[in-house]
């Protein structure tokens, strides 16, 4: 990004501001936005590796975002540009797959 002139800054202990995010965006017409769900806290927002406790993790820890942050960001990005593309990474859907394995059993969800 750096030799394309794209100025970037890596969240570390600070979520990235408001003002930070329109800054960026107002420099295209287009945005392609990527979602990774491990920013999300894994304490609110269960289908992330962090949450489950039978993983390893690498060492970085779960993310501390709340979902009313996301729907913030989200929001001030769709209402100042137009979201051209969207990736969601990460969603791991471990309570799904659970309930799932819970209810294979019953003859309705397995005839």
């Not at 970037?8 to 392609?32: A, C, M, P």
């Not at 993790?57 to 979201?83: H, V, W």
């Not at 593309?85 to 471990?94: D, S």
């Amino acid at each position: 990004m750096d030799r394309h002139g794209v100025r970037y800054r890596i969240q570390t202990d600070e979520f990235v501001t408001d003002g930070e995010i329109k800054d960026f965006i107002d420099r295209f017409d287009h945005i392609l936005v990527h979602f990774d769900v491990d920013v999300l806290d894994e304490k609110i927002f269960h289908s992330t590796y962090f949450a489950n406790p039978t993983l390893s993790g690498d060492g970085s820890g779960g993310g501390r975002m709340r979902m009313d942050k996301l729907e913030e960001i989200f929001g001030l990005i769709s209402e100042n540009c137009d979201i051209a593309g969207l990736t969601i990474a990460e969603y791991l859907p471990f309570d799904e797959y659970r309930l799932r394995k819970a209810l294979s059993k019953i003859k309705i969800f397995s005839e």
